[in-house]
C-alpha cells in the first residue's frame, strides 16, 4: 500500500497554459555514469488567455537532479524557487524572459523507459505521455508548443550517430575524442514529440518525392547487425508516404524522415517529429527471420507513425483526455491503408475481431472508459483498445454517415482549420460537421458513454399483405445514433428488392437502401412488396462496434455463409454458426451426455474447402473457430475450462472429418516458391498452415511428419514458426521437444527470433504448461527488464495459453501477480498492462474468481506501489 493515495485528474478541470514557451534551446552531454542536460527556454506568459500577471511560473520534473536556475541570466537562489515533489516553482517572473535550467539525470539507471534511457548500448527517448519531465523541468503538457533546437555531445568512438528532431544544423569535434552535432526543427510540437538518439549504427539510406515534387532522404537506423532487415519497412515508408498524398492529400513536410530501431522499448513505435522511434520488433524484418505477421505487423506500424505526421504532429491534441483524436484517426487511416494494400475484408475481421474479443471485454470491465475519457490517475493506462481502436471505429462511423466524399471533406477541413494547433475531438468532430453541413450532436455520445451498446433485432414477415418489418431496440435508455449497414437475400440467394414503406416518423430518409441510421431507443423499418421472406443480413462490413442479436436458425446461418454479398457478414454467419455448435457441445458435457458436433457444420466447413470459391486469405479467416477469448466474451460467467474443452472436442472432430480435405489442400498449397512478403504469398501461407494446424488436431498421428518435415525443409521464418507452433499445440510433446531445441541452437543470437520461441511455447494450449513457463523465465534468453520478453512469455502466458493461466490451483494467478510485484518497481507501464488478464476476475466463476482477486489484494498490499499499477488494481477490486 502506498502513503498517499494517488490524485485523479479530471477533463473538467482543464486550463490553458499560464506561460507559453516560442523556444527551446536543450543541450544534451552523454556520459556513462550520468547525462548534463542544459536548457534554454525563451518564455511568455500567455496574456491571451490570462490576465493576471503575477501567477508564478509552475514547471514540472521527476527524478531530476537540479543544478541551477538562471531567470534573464541571473542566477537564482534558494530563496527564489521552491523546489517540491515533482514541481518547481519559480516566484517571479516578467511577462518575457528567458529561463535556463542545469539538471542531470541517469538514463543508464532508467528502467522505466519513459524519458532519456539506453538500451543495447544506445541512448533513446520516449517522452509520450509524461516522458519528458524526466529529461529537464518543463510544462510537459501537449498545449504548450514550441521551436526546438537540439545540441547532442558524446564520444564518438561510441555514439558516432547522434540524431534529434527535425535538420541537422551545425556539427563540431571536440576535446577528449567528443563530438556535437546539433538539430532544429521548424515546426512548433509539444515535448511528447521530442526525440533524441545516440548510438553506433548503420542507416539503411532512401528517399521519397513528395506530390510538390520535394526530395525527402529516408533512412533507417539500425545496429549494425540488422542491416539486412530494413527493406520491408523502407518500402511500407515509401508506401505510406504515397497513400496519403493520394488518399488525404497530406504531404510530408521536413526534408529529411529518420526511424531508428531499438530493443527496449515499452510500445510498439512511437511518432516524434521526423524522427520515429520503433520497438525493434515492428520494424526489423527479413524472410530468414520474420513471420508474415510480423512483416504485416511492421507494414501497419510503419505507416501508423508516418501517418501521425498530419493526424498527431501536425495537429495535436490539447490534454491527454483527447488521446483519441489523434489515435483513432491515425488507426482509422491504417487500417484503410492496410485495407488497400491487402484485403478489405480481411482487415475487416481482424478489427472486428479484436473489438469483439478484446475492446469488449474491456468496456466490460473495471477499467472501462469513454474514448473520451473525463478522469485518469495515470494517463499511461489509457493507451487501451477502446481510445486506439473504438476511437477508430468511431471514425470510420463518421466516414460511413458521412459517404466517402464528404468524409474527405471534413479531414481537408479539420486539416486546415487547426494546423499547428492542439485541440480537442469536439473539433474535430465540428470540422466533420461545418463541412457537410449537418450535426453530429447525437452522434457524439459515442466518445462520451463507455460500455458497448447492444441492438436487438426482431423480424415479421406478413405473407399476405407482403410486408416486412424490422424491429430494432437499443439496450440504453438514451439513443446513440448507430449506422447499421443491411440487405436482404431472397431465398435463392439473390438480393431482394423491396421498397421501404415506412421508418419511425419523421425520419423518412433513415435508410438508403444499404445504410439504415438508428436514432431511437425503437425503431421499425417496413419494407413494402416484399414476395417471399427474406433473410436479412445485419450490421453489414461491422458498422458499428455493438452487439447485434437476431436470433437465425443454423440453416439461416448457413444460408448467409452461402449467399451473403458482404464478405464480412459471410464469414460472421460460419462464426455463429460454429459458435452455437460450441455452446451445445459444452451444454452436453455439463449435462454428462455424449458429444455430437451437428453434421450441418461439418458439411459448411467441407464446402469451404471444396467450393467455396472464397480467396485464400478468407478461406483461411473462415476455417478457424471462435477464439476460445471470444466464446468467453459471450458468456454470463466464464468457465475457460468448460469452453476450452468444448472448441478442442468440435475442432478434433472436424480434423477428422476434413482430414483428406485438408491434406489434399495443404499439398496443393506447399509448394516451393522462393519467399515473397506480397498478400498473395502471405495467404497462400496462411491457409497451408491453418491446414496444418487443424491435420495436427486429428486422432490420425501420420500428420505430426508433415510437421516436422515443414519444419526442417523450408527457406522462411512463416513456415518454420507454423510447424513449431503446430507441435507446440499437440500431443506430439517428444517431436516438439526435438524441434524447439533444434530451432534455439540456430537462433539464439537473433533475439527477435528468441522473442519467438520463448512466445511459441509460453502460449501453448497444452496443459501443464506452467512448469514450462517457469524454465523460460530463468532461461538466458530470458531478461524481465525488456518489454519484448517480459511480452513474450509473460504477457504470452496470460492471454493465449489461457488453460494453464487459469489453472485450478491458482498457480497460473500466482505466477503473473509475482511478476507484476517485481516489474511495479522496475517498469510501472509494463507492470500495469499484465495486471489486465486479473482484474477481469468478477467475470469467472467463483472458485477462479475469487483466486484472482486474492491475487489483486496481494498487489495492493505492496509498498511503494507505482501509480500505474495503484490504478488499475484499486478499480478492479473497488465496490461496484
Ligand atoms: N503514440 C504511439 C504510442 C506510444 C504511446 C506511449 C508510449 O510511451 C511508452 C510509447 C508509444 C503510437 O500510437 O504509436
Ligand atoms: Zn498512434
Same mark, same amino acid.
Given at each position: ?238 508506401? $505510406? ?18 526511424? *531508428? ?123 487501451? *483498445? ?178 451473403? $454479398? ?31 458436433? %451437428? ?119 512463416? %513456415? ?71 511480452? $513474450? ?74 501509480? %500505474? ?12
Amino acid at each position: 500500500m502506498r502513503d498517499a493515495q494517488p490524485k485523479n485528474i479530471y477533463l473538467k478541470d482543464y486550463q490553458s497554459p499560464l506561460f507559453l514557451i516560442d523556444q527551446t534551446h536543450l543541450r544534451f552531454d552523454l556520459f556513462e555514469d550520468y547525462t548534463q542536460v542544459d536548457s534554454r527556454l525563451v518564455m511568455r506568459r500567455n496574456r491571451q488567455q490570462h490576465q493576471n500577471n503575477n501567477e508564478p511560473l509552475v514547471l514540472v520534473g521527476q527524478q531530476l537532479a537540479l543544478l541551477d536556475i538562471k531567470v534573464d541570466g541571473e542566477l537564482l537562489t534558494s530563496a527564489d524557487y521552491l523546489l517540491e515533489g515533482d514541481l518547481l516553482t519559480i516566484y517571479k517572473v516578467s511577462n518575457n524572459f528567458e529561463l535556463e535550467i542545469s539538471n542531470r539525470i541517469e538514463p543508464q539507471n532508467n528502467t522505466a523507459l519513459e524519458g532519456l534511457y539506453k538500451s543495447s548500448g544506445m541512448f533513446c527517448t520516449q517522452c509520450e505521455a509524461e516522458g519528458f519531465r524526466r529529461i529537464t523541468y518543463y510544462l510537459d503538457r501537449p498545449d504548450v508548443m514550441s521551436i526546438f533546437t537540439t545540441e547532442v555531445i558524446a564520444d564518438k568512438a561510441r555514439y558516432p550517430i547522434l540524431l534529434s528532431n527535425g535538420n541537422a544544423v551545425a556539427q563540431a569535434e571536440l576535446a577528449a575524442g567528443r563530438h556535437s552535432i546539433t538539430w532544429h526543427d521548424p515546426h512548433k510540437k509539444p515535448c511528447y514529440l521530442f526525440a533524441l538518439v545516440a548510438g553506433d549504427l548503420m542507416v539503411k539510406d532512401g528517399s521519397f518525392t513528395t506530390m510538390s515534387g520535394r526530395m525527402v532522404e529516408l533512412k533507417i537506423f539500425v545496429e549494425p547487425q540488422n542491416i539486412d532487415k530494413t527493406d520491408y519497412a523502407m518500402d511500407a515508408l515509401k508506401r $505510406s508516404m504515397k497513400w496519403d498524398e493520394d488518399k488525404y492529400g497530406r504531404e510530408y513536410d521536413l526534408d529529411i524522415f529518420m526511424i *531508428v530501431a531499438v530493443d527496449d522499448f515499452n510500445m510498439g513505435a512511437m511518432e516524434n517529429k521526423g524522427l520515429n522511434i520503433f520497438n525493434s520488433s515492428c520494424v526489423l524484418a527479413n524472410p530468414q527471420t520474420a513471420t508474415d505477421a510480423a512483416y504485416q505487423r511492421i507494414e501497419a506500424i510503419v505507416a501508423h507513425e508516418y501517418f501521425h505526421n498530419w493526424s498527431g504532429n501536425r495537429v495535436t491534441c490539447r490534454d491527454w483526455f483527447q488521446l483519441s483524436l489523434k489515435e483513432g484517426f491515425t488507426v482509422y487511416r491504417d487500417a484503410q491503408f492496410t485495407a488497400d494494400m491487402n484485403s478489405k475484408t480481411v482487415k475487416r475481421i481482424e478489427d472486428a475481431a479484436i473489438m469483439r474479443t478484446v475492446q469488449f471485454a474491456e468496456d466490460a470491465g473495471p477499467m472501462a472508459h469513454p474514448v473520451q475519457p473525463d478522469s485518469f490517475i495515470e494517463i499511461s493506462n489509457f493507451y487501451t *483498445v477502446t481510445i486506439y481502436e473504438k476511437g477508430a471505429e468511431i471514425v470510420g462511423m463518421i466516414h460511413k454517415l458521412m459517404g466517402d466524399a464528404g468524409f474527405r471533406k471534413g479531414s481537408d477541413l479539420y486539416f486546415e482549420r487547426h494546423d499547428g494547433q492542439a485541440v480537442t475531438i469536439d473539433e474535430f468532430v465540428s470540422a466533420m460537421e461545418d463541412a457537410n453541413n449537418t450535426s453530429l450532436t447525437q452522434f457524439k455520445r459515442w466518445y462520451k458513454v463507455a460500455g458497448t451498446p447492444r441492438v436487438d433485432v426482431v423480424s415479421h414477415y406478413d405473407a399476405e399483405a407482403k410486408s416486412y418489418r424490422l424491429d430494432f431496440k437499443q439496450s440504453t435508455s438514451e439513443a446513440f445514433l448507430i449506422p447499421i449497414e443491411l440487405g436482404l437475400i431472397a431465398q435463392d440467394g439473390s438480393v431482394l428488392e423491396a421498397s421501404l414503406s415506412s421508418c419511425a416518423e419523421n425520419k423518412a430518409d433513415c435508410y438508403d437502401g444499404q445504410l439504415f441510421q438508428l436514432t431511437e431507443t425503437e425503431q421499425s423499418l417496413i419494407f413494402s412488396d416484399v414476395a417471399e421472406e427474406p433473410v436479412p443480413s445485419l450490421l453489414r462490413d461491422f458498422s458499428a462496434p455493438i452487439k447485434l442479436n437476431y436470433a437465425y436458425s443454423r440453416d439461416q446461418l448457413l444460408f448467409l455463409m452461402q449467399f451473403d $454479398s458482404d464478405g464480412f457478414n459471410r464469414w460472421d454467419a460460419g462464426q455463429n454458426l460454429a459458435l452455437d455448435v460450441i455452446f451445445e457441445v459444452m451444454q452436453q458435457q455439463k449435462n454428462g451426455q455424449p458429444i455430437t458436433v %451437428d453434421q450441418r457444420l461439418i458439411t459448411a466447413y467441407q464446402g469451404l474447402l471444396q467450393q467455396s470459391g472464397l480467396d485464400y486469405a478468407m478461406l483461411a479467416k473462415a476455417m478457424l473457430l471462435p477464439s476460445v477469448s471470444y466464446i468467453a466474451e459471450t458468456q454470463a460467467e466464464i468457465d475457460i475450462h468448460a469452453i476450452n474443452n468444448a472448441r478442442s472436442q468440435v475442432q478434433a472432430i472436424l480434423a477428422d472429418a476434413l482430414a483428406e480435405d485438408l491434406l489434399c489442400l495443404y499439398e496443393k498449397l506447399n509448394t516451393q516458391t522462393a519467399y515473397l512478403p506480397e498478400p498473395a504469398q502471405m495467404a497462400q501461407r496462411g491457409l497451408k498452415n491453418t491446414a496444418l494446424a487443424y491435420l495436427l488436431k486429428s486422432s490420425d498421428p501420420q500428420y505430426c511428419q508433415l510437421a516436422v518435415n515443414q519444419f526442417g525443409t523450408n527457406d522462411n521464418m512463416t %513456415d518454420s514458426m507454423a510447424a513449431l507452433s503446430s507441435l507446440v499445440n499437440s500431443a506430439y510433446s517428444t517431436a516438439a521437444s526435438i524441434a524447439l531445441e533444434e530451432f534455439y541452437q540456430q537462433w539464439s543470437a537473433e533475439p527477435l527470433v528468441v522473442n519467438q520461441w520463448l512466445a511459441v511455447q509460453a502460449g501453448s494450449v497444452e496443459y501443464g504448461n506452467l512448469e514450462n513457463i517457469n524454465k523460460l523465465l530463468s532461461h538466458e534468453a530470458f531478461d524481465i527488464k525488456n518489454p519484448n520478453k517480459v511480452r $513474450s512469455v509473460i504477457g504470452t502466458f496470460a492471454g493465449q495459453s489461457l488453460v494453464n493461466f487459469h489453472a485450478v490451483d491458482g498457480a497460473g494467478y500466482q505466477l503473473l501477480a509475482d511478476k507484476i510485484i517485481l516489474l511495479n518497481t522496475l517498469n510501472p507501464q509494463i507492470a500495469s498492462r499484465l495486471v489486465a488478464p486479473l482484474s477481469k476476475w468478477r467475470r469467472y466463476v467463483a472458485s477462479q474468481g475469487v483466486q484472482m482477486k486474492k491475487q489483486l489484494q496481494r498487489i495492493m498490499a505492496q509498498e511503494d506501489l507505482s501509480k %500505474d499499477v495503484y490504478e488499475v488494481v484499486s478499480k478492479s477490486l473497488a465496490a461496484e
